[in-house]
């Protein structure tokens, strides 16, 4: 497989680093297990590494790009594949379960810009009823945090809300070197599966974030002062929750409990 060459200069605004590693995308291939006739999504194709190999397993695949010169290069590419559509739009406004029949799951892949990885995770959590899986390559240490546990430093908001929607787990790492430009961090594939029934129950999704954004605002306060104008250190004493935790120290279940006490 070749990774075809371009005259496309890597932009920087667009958080651009092109997969250039054999090694790295066959290993990417091996670990989505991609089969006929399935509907995927890439965000941020790039230069079409993973794209072309996708195509050649028959899937069918919709491209999200938004850089409209990769667009053209893509679409002249591509264009000769029945199985391949590729829309020119920005990931974080585009409506993904639009993509999606009644009775079908998404697959969706993408080596996600480090600048917009957060807010466009939390976007497509909005989607997940109609995602079967998401396999992105991020910032390492973004992937560390999505799949921290409990008690550790990297665990945070990022940790807590997107467990709540998706099992996590952290693939493998790809170092700088496999990219080009070589970006100045280490990289890694995170798979997320969207459970079809949330691990805790909650009353509503804002409560919870709320709760969580509120406590790890100050993650170096104990709960008892950083929750304390929204929740009564006595309340969380009848919950079976020590206040003289830190919010590192609370489970997602023990956040959900939380999550009821506090009014919007």
């Known amino acids: 497989m070749n990774i075809q060459q371009t005259a ?103 080596n996600l810009p480090y600048n917009i990885s957060t807010p466009l995770l939390f976007h497509l959590l909005d989607n997940a009823h109609c995602i079967n899986d998401m396999h992105f390559m991020l910032q390492k240490e973004v992937v560390d945090r999505i799949c921290a546990e409990p008690g550790s430093k990297k665990y945070g908001r990022l940790s807590v809300m997107i467990q709540y929607y998706c099992d996590t787990e952290l693939v493998f790492d790809v170092p700088p070197e496999s990219f080009d430009p070589i970006p100045k961090v280490m990289s890694a594939i995170v798979r997320l599966i969207p459970y079809k029934k949330p691990p805790v129950e909650i009353e509503d999704i804002k409560k919870l974030n709320k709760v969580v954004v509120t406590a790890f605002s100050q993650r170096r306060k104990t709960l008892r002062n950083s929750l304390k104008k929204l929740i009564a250190e006595e309340q969380i004493i009848a919950l079976g929750i020590d206040p003289t935790l830190r919010a590192e120290s609370i489970s997602l279940a023990e956040f959900a409990k939380l999550s009821y006490l506090i009014e919007l």
């Open 8 to 110: 496309h200069k890597a932009r920087k605004r667009f958080g651009q680093n092109f997969l250039q590693d054999h090694n790295v995308i066959y290993n990417i291939l091996s670990s989505i297990q991609a089969n006929k006739n399935e509907h995927w999504v890439e965000i941020g194709p790039g230069l079409g590494a993973i794209t072309e190999p996708l195509l050649q397993q028959d899937v069918l695949l919709d491209v999200v790009e938004l850089d409209r010169d990769l667009v053209k290069t893509l679409t002249e590419r591509f264009s000769r594949f029945d199985n391949f559509t590729i829309h020119s739009a920005d990931a974080l406004r585009f409506n993904f379960s639009a993509l999606a029949d009644k009775e079908e799951k998404l697959r969706i892949i993408g």
